[in-house]
């Protein structure tokens, strides 16, 4: 099983750009189906992105598609965000999430590996 550890986060001004690291412990990354989630207090989780472990298909939530990328590195076992064009609404607790799978998983109870997160906040 993998650990993963999210790094990246921090203050911008609305408009500006950040990019999310998820670095991955352990054998087999490439293997691994990966998403991003964020959370706010006091609401649910919500999808960002996910990518399949081949790195060939990714689905995006529908509030960031078009501003957010989401790659994959398995030689540096690592998946990316790159988020641009930010704005309040993306503040949140960005969570990177891991599945031993090759189906396309991007609902957060198919996945069984979670970071601790790291926080984005977005000033306006």
């Known amino acids: 099983q993998v650990q993963l550890v999210e790094s990246g986060g921090g203050l911008v001004q609305t408009g500006e750009s950040l990019r999310l690291s998820c670095a991955a412990s352990?054998?087999?990354?490439?293997?691994?189906?990966m998403g991003w989630f964020r959370q706010v207090p006091g609401k649910e989780r919500e999808l960002v992105a996910a990518?399949?472990?081949?790195?060939?298909?990714?689905i995006y939530g529908e509030s960031v598609k078009g501003r957010f990328i989401m790659s994959r590195d398995s030689a540096k076992n690592t998946v990316y965000l790159q988020m641009n064009s930010l704005k309040p609404e993306d503040t949140a607790v960005y969570y990177c999430?891991?599945?031993?799978?090759?189906?396309?998983?991007?609902?957060?109870?198919?996945?069984?590996?979670w970071g601790q997160g790291t926080q984005v906040t977005v000033s306006s």
């Open positions: 999430a891991a599945k031993l799978t090759h189906s396309m998983v991007y609902v957060d109870e198919e996945f069984d590996t």
């Open positions: 990518i399949s472990w081949t790195g060939g298909n990714t």
């Open positions: 352990g054998r087999a990354f490439s293997a691994y189906a």
